[in-house]
């Protein structure tokens, strides 16, 4: 039987587990104040990177991401076919570079837990890093090629979801969520109550508010690790007006920098999305000079050329983090209510995957098909 | 007798012989499509610093920018008490640092030219600097103080300047130029063609268009110097929201940088003026990536402090400069229409001696006072 769901979220999350949960039959309604825009999601760059984002001391992730990259082709393909909108999905691959000699030591040591961990990654000269990308520094001092760690253009990702959540019926509700309440012993399910008073009763609930989690009441029971927020800073950047010419870059480009991470991943508009400064700041979302000039500074060490380009925007997010940086899947201990949290820096990564589980978790409802 | 005055541009220039024109009695019709904020003066910083402005061999520009500021008190608070507006005129004076002992041999040359000016200029040390201004880079080399060179709030004067003119009865037409026609031989004024197909007479017409001027058709016989823009680009620095203490710069800051200048002009509320750059590149408004990489660069190594402040803004204006950067002001060769422009740097500290100048070129109206 069809089960009424409520959602709480429309970040890449909430809006990918409202849309399978839909196609799985179940009558799905998502509560978010501004679908798809207002979450970390629309800041991100959208990288697929389960072998780039290697973790010393994170084995159990790492295999937890492979195999969310690995349901990537078949949800991109079909949620385009459920949208009809392209989401930029794109298997270029990707390389990192190194800036000094310590930054290559640094690349080495990765390469070698890579290769440890049964990945696979490719040391590659300064030469022939130039030859993958040729708008790279002269200056630089190899790299690492990874031919499986993708990308997707999250904006259109997030469009397309809402789309497809649009036409599998899905209702929106665009208020935020003040509190939650359990199911009760007589069988009702779990409720919500609206930011305008009104109350949303359902059979089941699937919190995947991120970094909201904690402004929403009533979940003192409910069992969940603490979810804080991990700010970043990301710039787009693009070709000035009436310049043509091939892309600055073919595909995505990650450096260490003296030290410091930085990405640059490309649209195929010729925008170049660069990030991301991690801070832990609370939920403050200005956008500080500082991390902007690090990220500028950063970037144009890597890639000169960005110094012709406009800045479109510079923003921020928030990633909602776990204490062991592992996202958290599954039944809270609210009767009826679900979670889907703490992707960290992997939401769109794992999004796919995500949604399986919890399509897994409340039943499919074949009968409705 | 009063005349009907056409007033073309909404910048710190029109809008201020606008005003005076209508002070001076006569019956004053604007034309600007978005007065006050389409102009470079929205972008501007508001420095009025005919002393720290002195550029070698241009000794008669300096006295006239010299006259300019001593017009400027009078005209605050004439305009303040017009509007009902504080205008943010702020005689805190100007600092100018040097970061390197190039920078320092280089002050020291501008302050020995500032004095065979007669200008009021005093060498500082690091020390004395930084007892002026305590959040300045400890590793300075020192400055040049002038206390005689002031700053307003650009914005809030253009606020006050559009409420004035409103007050005095002045009539806005929102819309573009597109051609301006001279005054017949028969004793017809001189009109102007606007970009609704309309067109609009007048006794006297005052081109004050800055870097529109050569898109306003019927102009080649008018005798007009060349016109071109030269591009800025401009930072808005503000306080974290929630921070409190006393502000970061408690007067205007200049500064040679490794040979680069950038200035910061503080505002009441925090904020922070960074600027600005000198590009001749066209009409091209794009936000460059490497210009804000600079100006980030350059104003954190003066103040370490902004890279905690918030990025508000990153835009640009294009200033209108002359073949020897120095305004153009009187009768064109056209019969009725009189110019106003190439003000360059200099359009706050040169509007209100502009606007006295075009008053008298018109000739006041006492009849209708």
Known sequence: MAARVLVVGGG???????????????EVTLVAPDPGRDSASWVAAGMLAPVTEVQFGEAPLTELLREGAARWKEFATSLERASGHDVGYDESGTLTVAL?????AALDQLLAYQHSLGCTAHRRTASECRALVPSLTPTLRGGIEVPGDHHVDNRALLGALV????????????????AVAAGGAGGGGPSVDLSDGSRLGSDHLLLAAGTGTPHIGGLGAAGLPEIRPVKGHILRLGPAEGRTGPPLLPRTVRALVHGRSIY????????????????ERGTDLGVRAGAVHELLCDARAVVPGIDELELLEAGTGLRPATPDNTPVVGWTALAGVAVASGHFRNGMLLAPLTAAAVVDLFGAAPGDE
């Open 12 to 26: 890449v999350i909430g809006l990918s587990c409202a849309w399978r949960l839909a196609e799985a039959g179940h």
């Open 264 to 279: 640059l991943v490309p649209r195929p508009d010729g925008t170049l999305v660069v990030g991301a400064t991690m801070e």
């Open 163 to 178: 789309q497809a959540c649009r036409t599998k019926g899905i209702r929106f509700v665009p208020l935020s969520v003040e």
């Open 100 to 104: 000094d000699t310590s930054d290559r």
